[in-house]
């Protein structure tokens, strides 16, 4: 019994030595697999569908869309100038006066030089008319004398060779003579029957230049009796229009009827010869009619030379260029009077606000004398209101005529849209260091939809362009997306496992990004993967909705 009671004194200390190890050995196991299993955890966040826009922030400065300068209407004293540079000024608001003496005695004596160039000018296009009528006269006179000198150098002609021949030959040459002559005769009857319908056309054409031109005397008259100046300056010039008009019908009349006459006179020279030939008229005759013949050949000669003369001449004539010269003189006069006239009338309106605006640049004083087209000041308007900004070359791609813009400016902001984009780059202002100032940068134009009367104009704008827009598309955290050699990707778990995911952006903002391929709306994405590499064993927990917000 003894022996018993010694071994259970041993066997039982021992057994608990070992109850105790093996209780430690499975809580240190239980430790290490609640470390293990701590060491995987890996939080994640879940794709949803959301909206995302990505903007373009830069700085520019504000300016009027609309400015004009304004000059001065007039030569004339300044009465009134009550505005200062950047003054706001509303439309319609009167802003500058003027004393119009000095103007409106300048303007009488521009209407008297006017009527006074207005009469020479009269009085040189009658003489050139008088002139032009004479040698087209002349001219058809000598075309009409040169057909007689012709026919006259024929004439002798065949006398001589029917007196120098013989009985025989002077018969054969008088009957050809007589078959030319008679040809001759046809010829110019039909000459003279187109002669004389010519001459009735022209008869027809001067007489309604007479009466066209009576009835623009009768206007002219009229006119002149009413005392109105526009309605005299334009029957003035119709009743020259008249004039000239009459003038060239009677040329052409005259001519026509020296033509007929020619005609005529001819036909009546070649009858007798015809019927002396048929007669057979002996050599003697034929001799005294040879001689005739030539005295009349010398005396056509000198009239055809001297009106050659007339026709060629240019004395007392007005060419196109020095009519044309004269004219323009006489337009400028006019004009001249008329602006004098409307300077007056605008001088006498002063000059007011065409829009509401800022004034700037301001360069007239009360008192002082302007001459025309001086600037007195300008006119900026705040109704239409931009501001101009430099793109980096970093987002000009980015923007587009048309988008949506946020400006910032003075405490207030403003709607706007982009209304212009430049296409050439351009040195300096692209940003605020100084790699960026020596960068170059697209400068564009941002609209103010809605300006107000609190615009400033030349101050700096922090403008915010929504370059891109996407609405109900799967996004993620931008912390969550990942740029690596193989491209964009996203740490995903799949099967216990931390993965690589090749994944597609659209859209992205500062704070998410649109994701067009790789990942649906759902799917759990590991924004943080700690120590781990890729092909680690991970356990995925999601990240608490606080810590999302935040």
């Not at 706001?88 to 608001?93: A, M, P, Y």
């Amino acid at each position: 019994m003894k022996k018993h009671r010694k071994i259970w004194k041993i066997v039982i200390p021992v057994a608990a030595i070992a109850v105790i190890i093996c209780v430690m050995g499975i809580s240190s196991a239980k430790s290490a697999e609640e470390a293990l299993t701590n060491a995987m955890k890996v939080e994640s966040i879940t794709a949803v569908k959301g909206d995302v826009s990505e903007t373009v922030e830069t700085n520019g400065t504000v300016v009027s869309g609309e400015q004009k300068m304004i000059f001065s209407p007039v030569n004339a004293q300044v009465e009134t100038a009550d505005f200062q540079t950047g003054d706001l000024v509303k439309e319609g608001q009167k802003l500058v006066t003027f004393n119009l003496k000095d103007l409106e005695d300048q303007n009488q004596k521009a209407e008297l030089t006017v009527r006074a160039n207005q009469l020479g000018y009269q009085d040189t296009v009658n003489k050139s008319n008088e002139a032009a009528v004479r040698q087209a006269q002349a001219q058809a006179e000598a075309n009409s004398l040169q057909g007689q000198v012709d026919a006259k150098k024929q004439e002798i002609a065949d006398l001589t060779a029917a007196i120098s021949g013989q009985a025989k030959e002077q018969e054969e040459a008088a009957k050809r003579q007589q078959e030319e002559i008679q040809a001759q005769q046809k010829e110019q009857q039909k000459e003279l029957k187109k002669a004389e319908k010519a001459l009735e056309k022209a008869k027809a054409a001067y007489d309604k230049a007479v009466m066209e031109q009576q009835t623009a005397q009768v206007n002219f008259d009229a006119a002149a009796a009413s005392g109105k100046e526009e309605e005299l300056e334009t029957a003035r010039e119709a009743l020259n229009r008249a004039n000239e008009k009459l003038a060239e019908a009677k040329g052409a009349y005259e001519a026509a009827q020296e033509a007929v006459n020619a005609l005529s006179g001819q036909t009546e020279t070649v009858q007798p010869v015809s019927q002396e030939l048929a007669e057979g008229n002996v050599t003697t005759e034929q001799q005294q009619r040879l001689e005739a013949a030539q005295a009349e050949l010398s005396e056509l000669q000198a009239k055809l030379e001297g009106q050659k003369s007339i026709a060629e001449a240019d004395a007392g004539t007005l060419s196109s260029a020095a009519r044309a010269q004269m004219q323009t003189n006489n337009n400028l006069a006019e004009l001249e009077s008329q602006s004098l006239e409307e300077l007056i009338l605008q001088g006498q309106q002063g000059i007011s606000a065409e829009f509401n605006g800022v004034i700037s640049e301001k360069q007239v004083m009360e008192g002082a004398t302007v001459s025309q087209g001086m600037q007195l000041f300008t006119l900026q308007s705040i109704d239409n209101v931009n501001v101009e900004v430099t793109l980096s070359k970093n987002v000009y791609d980015k923007v587009k005529e048309g988008q949506k813009a946020e400006i910032t400016f003075a405490g207030n902001t403003y709607e706007g849209t982009v209304s212009r984009i430049s296409r050439i780059a351009e040195n300096g202002a692209a940003g605020t260091n100084q790699a960026a100032v020596a960068a170059a940068g697209i400068q564009a134009t941002v609209h103010l939809d809605h300006p107000d009367d609190n615009i400033f104009l030349g101050v700096d704008a922090k403008v915010k362009i929504l370059a891109a827009e996407a609405k109900d598309v799967v996004i993620l955290p931008i912390e969550a997306v990942n740029i690596g050699k193989d491209g964009t990707f996203c740490w995903v778990c799949e099967d216990g496992i931390l993965t690589k995911r090749i994944i597609t952006t659209g859209i992205t903002s500062d704070e998410c990004a649109e994701i067009t391929e790789g990942i649906e709306e759902g799917e759990q994405v590991i924004a943080d993967p700690g120590n781990h590499e890729e092909g680690d064993p991970v356990t995925v927990t999601e990240q608490s909705q606080t810590e999302e917000q935040e």
